[in-house]
Antibody
Framework: QVQLVQSGAEVKKPGASVKVSCKAS????????MHWVRQAPGQGLEWMGI????????SYAQKLQGRVTMTRDTSTSTVYMELSSLRSEDTAVYYC???????????WGQGTLVTVSS | QSALTQPASVSGSPGQSITISCTGT?????????VSWYQQHPGKAPKLMIY???NRPSGVSNRFSGSKSGNTASLTISGLQAEDEADYYC??????????FGTGTKVTVL
């Protein structure tokens, strides 16, 4: 079955960077784009960006431009999301989610909690 | 890109029907038939419930249905059950080829 397994929780200091991984299985990794979505505590979902695992092209939400980088490793079927210059407002659960036909997210990873605190 | 507008909360008694709205603009909801809906229980990842406005993925109950009129999409849950109590989010494709989520709606089963 299609499965997305993310890396574990992280605690970072303000100004640092974090890199979250998402390992895909159960389908052809390079055939489906992957999104990253985050959710601050008690808040709604926020779309962060998308990566094409085939060629590596990316598109990021304007709000995060310059701080977010999405990459992939086709040899391990893993996508990565790196967020730099972390601030307290970046404390959130970060999800990867597979794109289907450009119109929906399915399935989702289990989520990775990133806590930014001094 | 501003978030799509959803009511903060909707409630209903078991067996009743409820409808959640999702209002955007002509650059997202109104411009494309690419609205999807997600159910999220506390501490869990979101789950796809409706896609392309009104399509249900395999395995999702037919008590869930979707529609759209102009810049507003809607999710209807009929025959409300206790297990339907959760947060619901809409999402849309946008004119800049990005995605946007709704503000989220907490559904309470009375």
């Amino acid at each position: 079955q299609v499965q997305l397994v993310q890396s574990g929780a992280e605690v970072k200091k303000p100004g640092a960077s974090v890199k979250v991984s998402c390992k895909a299985s159960g389908y052809t990794f390079t055939s489906y784009y992957m999104h990253w979505v985050r959710q601050a505590p008690g808040q709604g979902l926020e779309w962060m960006g998308i990566i094409n695992p085939s060629g590596g092209s990316t598109s990021y939400a304007q709000k995060l431009q310059g701080r977010v980088t999405m990459t992939r490793d086709t040899s391990t079927s893993t996508v990565y999301m790196e967020l730099s210059s972390l601030r307290s407002e970046d404390t959130a659960v970060y999800y990867c989610a597979r794109d289907l036909e450009g119109t929906r997210f399915d399935p989702w990873g289990q989520g990775t909690l990133v806590t930014v605190s001094s | 890109q501003s978030a799509l507008t959803q009511p903060a909360s909707v409630s209903g008694s078991p067996g009743q029907s409820i409808t959640i709205s999702c209002t955007g603009t002509s650059s997202d909801v109104g411009g494309y038939n690419y609205v999807s809906w997600y159910q999220q229980h506390p501490g869990k990842a979101p789950k796809l419930m409706i896609y392309d406005v009104s399509n249900r993925p395999s395995g999702v109950s037919n008590r869930f249905s979707g529609s759209k009129s102009g810049n507003t999409a809607s999710l209807t849950i009929s025959g409300l059950q206790a297990e339907d109590e959760a947060d619901y989010y809409c999402s849309s494709y946008t004119s800049s080829s990005q995605r946007v989520f709704g503000t989220g709606t907490k559904v309470t089963v009375l």
